[in-house]
T-cell receptor, first 111, second 115 residues
Framework: LAKTTQPISMDSYEGQEVNITCSHN???????ITWYQQFPSQGPRFIIQ???TKVTNEVASLFIPADRKSSTLSLPRVSLSDTAVYYC????????????FGTGTRLTVIP | ETGVTQTPRHLVMGMTNKKSLKCEQH?????MYWYKQSAKKPLELMFV???????ENNSVPSRFSPECPNSSHLFLHLHTLQPEDSALYLC??????????????FGPGTRLTVL
């Protein structure tokens, strides 16, 4: 089971770019990296997923180095509504590995 | 209705009560999940159903009993719960494919309080 490690919390001012890094040293060849966002008293929401290099969608970018032992979620120009907990998960389709959420990173956006 | 729905949204029960949580997904997915989230704790995976068969039972006490009658519905039957079982119970669904993503879609959750 690939374990992930993230910072417990981060603060950022509105309008800044936020980068949250996740370590996953034991990532397996078939594993994908998935990030979720969770607001209080709500279920997590999928943000982005990648396997290698860079993935970008309308919400965020995901940077994955060649060794895939870490990944960085990049949120451009954050707003107050981006205050949430962000989870990094690692796993493949055939097992339940990518169903285990860690403690996540609590991002607080400051006016 | 779209996405994943859960009922009830809030539930208060005594330790001797029997209640059930209901989850329904309208996404045509083939896998459904129950998670528990206690205050200031990570999500804990409880049960996984894939193609209506239970494939994961993460050491959950027997006072929690899941049921998946078809690919769209998932229940969590509760009986003789303890106050420490008070938590947000989240249901999710996904489409399990041979390769690629297993993006989960979560419901809004049921806030359970055990007195």
């Amino acid at each position: 089971l690939a374990k992930t490690t993230q910072p417990i919390s981060m603060d950022s001012y509105e309008g800044q770019e936020v980068n949250i890094t996740c370590s996953h040293n034991n990532i397996a060849t078939n594993d994908y990296i998935t990030w979720y966002q969770q607001f209080p008293s709500q279920g997590p929401r999928f943000i982005i997923q990648g396997y290698k290099t860079k993935v970008t969608n309308e919400v965020a970018s995901l940077f994955i180095p060649a060794d895939r032992k870490s990944s960085t979620l990049s949120l451009p120009r954050v707003s107050l509504s981006d205050t949430a907990v962000y989870y990094c998960l690692v796993g493949d389709e055939t097992g339940a590995n990518n169903l285990f959420f860690g403690t996540g990173t609590r991002l607080t956006v400051i006016p | 209705e779209t996405g994943v729905t859960q009922t009830p949204r809030h539930l208060v029960m005594g330790m001797t009560n029997k209640k059930s949580l209901k989850c329904e997904q309208h996404l045509g997915h083939n896998a459904m999940y129950w998670y528990k989230q206690s205050a200031k704790k990570p999500l804990e995976l409880m049960f996984v159903y894939s193609l209506e068969e239970r494939v994961e039972n993460n050491s959950v006490p027997s006072r929690f009993s899941p049921e998946c009658p078809n690919s769209s519905h998932l229940f969590l039957h509760l009986h003789t719960l303890q106050p420490e079982d008070s938590a947000l119970y989240l249901c999710a669904s996904s489409q399990v494919r041979p390769t690629g993503s297993n993006e989960q879609f979560f419901g809004p959750g049921t806030r359970l309080t055990v007195l």
